[in-house]
């Protein structure tokens, strides 16, 4: 069965790094998203994109975030000057037709 | 106002009973679904089962079914013949809009299930 992939599974930075999450979604899916989870709390979204532009982003979206699929099978969210509360459980998720969003495994960011 | 609303933070419930894990929804859209998800300890996102909002009967899936009651808003997720391994979080999500739209998901709080031996 297909599957999405993320990586890496659980990244570590020091405040003020960038990091950038790796996401593989389902190859012949067309919408892709970004959710994060605080610990313990609910999964929000982030951002959605199709046809290689932003469909639809939320309020924790801003400036320091962007997306990108540079190569049309990788879809990476970048955080530029991660905050400690930045820390969270990313979730990529892609969706093809009918309606089912698939989550990839998450990657646990931890910004010290 | 909330999109959607868990009110059981925590359930338990004994092995192979039934258990009925709350959710109710806010939207003013006539097109939607709603969906739930579990989530083990793991942490991934497991998909279990969709409702349409057009569609007219209950969902099924194996041993999991969406009681859903379109008037008082409400999908909420059943499973019957409960296995240890349904210990989890279980959230309800709703999606506005039509169906084969990129539009994103609402998720409630989550309910933690535990099952009893």
């Known amino acids: 069965e297909p599957e999405v992939t993320q990586t890496p599974s659980h990244q570590v930075t020091q405040m003020g790094q960038e990091v950038i999450l790796r996401c593989v979604p389902i190859?012949?899916?067309?919408?892709f998203y970004w959710y994060r989870q605080i610990l313990g709390q609910k999964v929000e979204f982030l951002v959605s994109?199709?046809?290689?532009?932003?469909?639809?982003k939320s309020e924790i979206f801003d400036d320091q975030f962007s997306v990108e699929r540079p190569d049309g099978s990788n879809f990476t969210l970048k955080i530029r000057s991660t905050k400690l509360e930045d820390s969270a459980m990313y979730f990529c998720?892609?969706?093809?037709?009918?309606?089912?969003?698939?989550f990839g495994p998450g990657t646990r960011l931890t910004v010290t | 106002a909330q999109k959607i609303t868990q009110t059981q933070p925590g359930m338990f419930v004994q092995e192979k009973e039934a258990v009925t894990l709350d959710c109710t929804y806010d939207?003013?859209?006539?097109?939607?679904?709603l969906f739930w998800y579990k989530q083990p300890s793991s942490g991934e996102m497991i998909f279990l089962i969709y409702?349409?909002?057009?569609?007219?009967q209950n969902a099924t899936e194996g041993r999991y079914s969406l009681n859903f009651q379109k008037a008082r808003k409400s999908a909420n997720l059943v499973i019957s013949a409960s296995q240890l391994g349904d210990s989890a979080m279980y959230f309800c999500?709703?999606?506005?809009?039509?169906?084969?739209?990129?539009?994103?998901?609402?998720f409630g709080t989550g309910t933690s299930l535990t099952v009893i031996p």
């Open positions: 939207t003013s859209d006539q097109s939607y679904g």
């Open positions: 999500a709703m999606r506005e809009g039509l169906v084969n739209t990129g539009n994103q998901f609402y």
């Open positions: 190859s012949n899916h067309l919408y």
């Open positions: 994109f199709y046809n290689n532009e932003i469909s639809e």
């Open positions: 409702q349409g909002s057009y569609d007219e």
């Open positions: 998720a892609s969706q093809g037709v009918p309606y089912e969003q698939y």
